[in-house]
């Protein structure tokens, strides 16, 4: 049976809680993508932008699919090769970051470039869940997927402040 959105969203909360995520972390991030351009954003700003993305069911399926496979993994419950390939975090498997893509997809091309800096420069919880060699887990997935998670919650942000481009000033 498919659960209601209000259980999924429980669900996809309690699974980001569970690995160690909490949505203030994630709000940083908004909040260091968006201070350059918006003088006045407030971490109260952020957290709910964060939580209005989470409430879409699309990133909600890809938070519980990118961590059960980061789980099974942990628990060596995958064929190999993608046992090891998910293990080790290849560099060349990008299939993480097209799970990751698909929650930033959600809010426009702001989107793209905002995960492309994450991904690349791997700040703060980013840096700490891609930390794989000192720890027992796995979070091949659930780095991109906060990653992703900001990227997307500060496209939300520029785009209900458009007065921050220079353009529309």
């Not at 209601?4 to 309690?14: D, Q």
């Not at 496979?69 to 097209?98: A, F, T």
């Not at 091309?109 to 703060?124: A, C, E, Q, V």
């Amino acid at each position: 049976m498919v659960q209601s959105g209000s259980e999924l969203h429980k669900v996809a909360l309690k699974r980001l809680k569970d690995r160690g995520v909490t949505l203030e972390e994630i709000a940083e991030l908004v909040y260091d993508l968006q201070k350059p351009y918006l003088s006045e954003i407030t971490m109260e700003l952020c957290l709910d932008n964060v939580q209005a993305v989470i409430r879409k069911r699309e990133v909600q399926n890809a938070i519980l699919t990118g961590i059960e496979l980061d789980v099974l993994c942990e628990e060596n419950k995958l064929s190999s090769p993608l046992q090891e390939i998910i293990k080790e975090d290849e560099g060349l498997y990008g299939i993480d970051e097209i799970l990751a893509l698909s929650i930033v997809n959600v809010y426009g091309s702001i989107g793209f470039t905002n995960y492309g800096f994450l991904d690349k420069t791997k700040p703060k919880v980013i840096s700490r869940l891609d930390d794989h060699k000192n720890t027992q887990e796995t979070h091949t997935f659930l780095d991109d997927i906060v990653g992703a998670i900001a990227a997307a919650a500060a496209s939300r942000v520029a785009h209900d402040n458009p007065e921050i481009s220079d353009v529309m000033k």
